[in-house]
C-alpha cells in the first residue's frame, strides 16, 4: 500500500467520524444555544439547568441516530477489510 492508499483510508476515517458523531453533536448544540437564549432572555442564571436538558436530549438523539451510526459503521469495515483483503 502506498501513501496515497493510507491518504484515502485516513480521509474516510476522518468522513466517517464526522457522520456518525455530527448528529448527536448537533442535538448538543442546538440543545445548548435554545437553553442559552432561554437563560439569557429570562435572567435565570441555574447551572443544572444547562446540563439536564442537554444529557436528556443527546441521549434521545443517540437512541434515535444508533440505527443510523451502526449501518455506517459496518458498512466502513466491510470496506476497509475488503481493502485489506485485496493487498493480500
Known amino acids: 500500500m502506498?501513501?496515497?492508499?493510507?491518504?484515502?483510508?485516513?480521509?474516510?476515517?476522518?468522513?466517517?467520524?464526522?457522520?456518525?458523531?455530527?448528529?448527536?453533536?448537533?442535538?448538543?448544540?442546538?440543545i445548548g444555544l435554545l437553553i442559552a437564549l432561554f437563560q439569557a432572555l429570562t435572567s435565570i442564571q441555574e447551572?443544572?439547568?444547562?446540563?439536564?436538558?442537554?444529557i436528556i436530549v443527546i441521549f434521545v438523539a443517540l437512541v434515535l441516530m444508533l440505527p443510523y451510526m451502526i449501518n455506517h459503521m459496518t458498512d466502513f469495515g466491510e470496506e476497509i477489510f475488503d481493502k485489506i483483503i485485496a493487498l493480500g
Open 2 to 30: 502506498n501513501e496515497i492508499g493510507v491518504i484515502e483510508i485516513g480521509r474516510e476515517a476522518f468522513w466517517m467520524i464526522l457522520i456518525t458523531g455530527g448528529p448527536i453533536l448537533m442535538a448538543g448544540l442546538v
Open 47 to 54: 447551572m443544572t439547568l444547562v446540563f439536564v436538558p442537554k
